[in-house]
């Protein structure tokens, strides 16, 4: 089971803080009791989000210059 953690950089524990917590935790519950009903056990999503980004890049860069060359 994934159970992921984050940190909060804070004096003090505000109400809307509890609140956001809570909202959390109660949506956690929500979804795990769905799972095990189901079956379904969470699992990391598993892709190259790298080769994605450089290749988008590289296409918007192809585009502008495109766009460029054709102003002129």
């Known amino acids: 089971m994934l ?8 004096d003090k524990e505000t109400d809307s803080m509890k609140a956001a ?4 935790n ?8 769905y799972n095990e009903k189901h079956g379904i056990t ?3 999503i598993q892709k190259a989000i790298r080769a994605k980004l450089v290749e988008e890049q590289e ?3 192809t585009t502008r210059d495109n ?6």
């Open 3 to 10: 159970m992921p953690k984050f940190i909060m950089y804070a």
């Open 21 to 24: 917590i809570d909202e959390v």
């Open 26 to 33: 109660r949506r956690r519950e929500i979804q795990l009791a």
């Open 42 to 44: 969470p699992q990391t």
């Open 59 to 61: 296409e918007e860069k």
């Open 67 to 72: 766009e460029r060359n054709f102003d002129i």
